[in-house]
């Protein structure tokens, strides 16, 4: 069966996904790729006349279970006309299983998947990678506007800019776990963004990229975070070939655990390649007696957060270092400003600082 990569296009209200969808297919099929697109199922539905606001408890349920339901299906149908190609062929979903769970409550979400055979573990393993783009809500509320989107509730005013900002934190957090979840900043320039997200499918499909450094400072908390995803993340690195990183990392928050497998190699003195896949608890602790054993595992904390329409992970250091605390940006262009948090001190900027990467900090003094 062919390799072909199911990729979610996600994130709050005026994130900039119509626009982004019409690049990938443009950018995608120049280089030899069939580009399908599933349609997003919600807008379908409202404007077919289901509505979010009703008033009607079982209407309202019976319209979440159909969104569910025709997309799993459509996705299916989109996955088989794929596999019918005679060149390679990429599926993009404007929207996942997933984005459902954030607008409703968790009872109700446990119910319509139990309904459809499925889980939300198993709705996360369908897809090759998620991007979150942020909301212009945060961030670019210069350009906020429900114009592109007649089925928008969340209006341009300051009320409706706080219920988007919520609205694409929650869509975020329905997400986390994924071993390829990525979160697509704002930026000054759109198209900035749009080559960010264009870099990413380009990861997922096995383009090389550019070798890129993101900026990593030594910082200190003077202050509450908001509300931020928390994880506890263990590392450990495998015996791998000259010229290739092998990284083995157990992510667990909120009960849940994800196991992650990524290759990191150098194709060229400037690019390098990236796979990852997720797999099972039993092959997790069969691939730790592959552990490198010049390296010792590291344990952090990791606070993911959204700030200002940039996204951020602080993690705090326990194993093999305990009195580290790093926060590294997300994909902020180079010639942009970090819109660092009142509630931190930088300490030292340390992008590309050999001796801080998580490589090296793991090696056994």
């Given amino acids: 069966m062919k390799d072909i990569k199911r990729i979610v296009l996600t ?6 996904k119509t626009t982004a969808l019409v690049r990938i297919i443009e950018h995608f099929s120049n280089l030899g790729f069939k580009v399908f697109t599933v349609p997003e199922v919600p807008t379908l539905y409202s404007q077919g006349g289901w509505s979010y606001l009703t008033p009607n408890p079982k209407l309202y349920y019976e319209g979440e279970l159909a969104i569910l339901e025709t997309q799993l299906a459509l996705e299916d149908s989109f996955m088989r006309l794929a596999e019918t190609c005679t060149k390679p062929a990429v599926v993009v979903c404007d929207r996942g299983t997933l984005d459902i769970s954030a607008y409703i409550a968790p009872e109700m979400w446990d119910d319509i998947t139990r309904r459809c055979h499925t889980s939300t573990n198993q709705l996360r393993e369908r897809y ?3 991007l979150h783009l942020v909301s212009a809500a945060d961030g670019a509320e ?20 706080q219920l988007a900002r919520d609205l694409d934190k929650k869509v975020n957090k329905a997400w986390t776990g994924h071993p390829h979840l990525r979160v697509i900043n704002n930026h000054d320039d759109f198209d900035t963004k749009l080559r960010r997200v264009l870099k990413e499918i380009s990861n997922v499909i096995g383009i090389p990229q550019p070798i890129e450094e993101e900026r990593k400072y030594i910082v200190e908390l003077t202050g509450e975070l908001p509300e931020c995803i928390v994880s506890d993340i263990k590392q450990t690195y495998l015996v791998a070939d000259p010229g290739c990183e ?13 196991n992650v497998h990524k290759t990191k190699k150098r194709v060229s003195p400037t690019e390098v390649l990236e796979t990852e896949r997720q797999v099972s608890n039993a092959l997790y602790e069969s691939l730790l007696q592959q552990a490198d054993p010049y390296r010792a595992t590291i344990h952090k ?44 001190k930088v300490i030292e900027d340390i992008t590309g600082n050999r001796q801080y990467y998580n490589y090296n900090i793991a090696l056994r003094r």
């Fill in 11 to 16: 994130g709050g209200p005026c994130a900039g």
């Fill in 128 to 130: 090759d990678a998620v």
């Fill in 142 to 161: 210069q350009y906020y506007t429900v114009a592109t989107n007649s089925t928008r509730y969340e209006q341009a005013n300051e009320e409706g800019l």
């Fill in 246 to 258: 092998v990284r083995l990392r157990r992510r667990s928050w909120g009960g849940e655990v994800v």
């Fill in 301 to 344: 904390t990791r606070q993911s957060f959204i700030w200002k329409g940039q996204y951020f992970e602080l993690d705090t250091y326990h194993e093999p270092v305990d009195d580290l605390l790093v926060l590294e940006t997300k994909g902020i262009a180079q010639q942009e400003s970090v819109n660092f948090p009142p509630f931190i």
